[in-house]
């Protein structure tokens, strides 16, 4: 159990584009989901809260206009990278918190990379 | 605001060796800790939780301690393999669910 999925799990393209990057919580519900993104051999950077029904909470340095978070559901949360740019290639990975039962805990997803040309 | 350093930042043993990575965390305000297998290209694997009550968790192979007064966690890995090469990243997270990472420690195991 406790299962989250991203998809897609890679995408390239070109500068300028939008991209758009889903987390789902598949096996339970969760109010709230966080979005990291790690650059090449660096650590996991917190990016954001996503919390169902109202606005995400960014982290200082995170620009809110280019990374657009909606977790419009309790299974659903996406992050869409807006007008990419090469400095915007990473490894984002999201996780989810349950809203009941092991709420101490996330579970993470498999992460997705993305590659800005 | 919450710092996590892991050391070393990679590390070399011959295989069935036994060893040992640290984690140290800033504040000591944490609701539990988490420790992390990352292979290269991949997403992260949760090796083992201990929650900010506990001491210690087991799974198989590994232990990890937790002594959050001093701000410190250790990861033992007995019998190493060559499988276990990767990277492990200790996480810290708030009540609040926020998590801040260490830099992890690469280990490579060789044969």
């Known amino acids: 159990g406790a299962v989250v999925s991203q998809h897609p799990s890679w995408v390239i393209c070109k500068s300028g584009t939008s991209v758009k990057i889903e987390c789902r919580s598949l096996?339970?519900?969760?109010?709230?989901m966080f979005w990291y993104r790690q650059f090449p051999k660096q650590s996991l950077m917190l990016m954001a809260t996503?919390?169902?029904?109202?606005?995400?909470?960014?982290e200082q340095g995170v620009e809110k206009d280019k990374f657009l978070i909606n977790h419009a559901s309790l299974t659903l949360s996406t992050l869409t990278v807006t007008s990419a740019h090469p400095e915007d290639s990473s490894f984002y990975i999201c996780s989810a918190r349950p809203s009941v039962g092991r709420a101490e805990t996330q579970y993470f997803g498999p992460g997705t990379r993305l590659l800005v040309l | 605001k919450q710092e996590v350093t892991q050391i070393p930042a990679a590390l070399s043993v011959p295989e069935g060796e036994n060893l040992v990575l640290n984690c140290s965390f800033t504040d000591s305000a944490i609701y539990n800790l988490q420790w992390f297998r990352q292979d290269p290209g991949k997403g992260l694997t949760s090796l083992l939780l201990?929650?900010?009550?506990?001491r210690e968790q087991t799974s198989g192979r590994l232990n990890a301690s937790l002594d959050k007064s001093s701000g410190r966690s250790t990861l033992y890995i007995a019998a190493s393999q060559p499988g276990d090469s990767a990277t492990y990243l200790c996480a810290v997270s708030t009540n609040a669910g926020k998590s801040t990472f260490g830099d992890g420690t690469t280990l490579t195991v060789k044969p």
């Open positions: 996503s919390n169902e029904g109202s606005k995400a909470t960014y």
């Open positions: 201990i929650q900010s009550s506990q």
């Open positions: 096996d339970f519900q969760a109010t709230t």
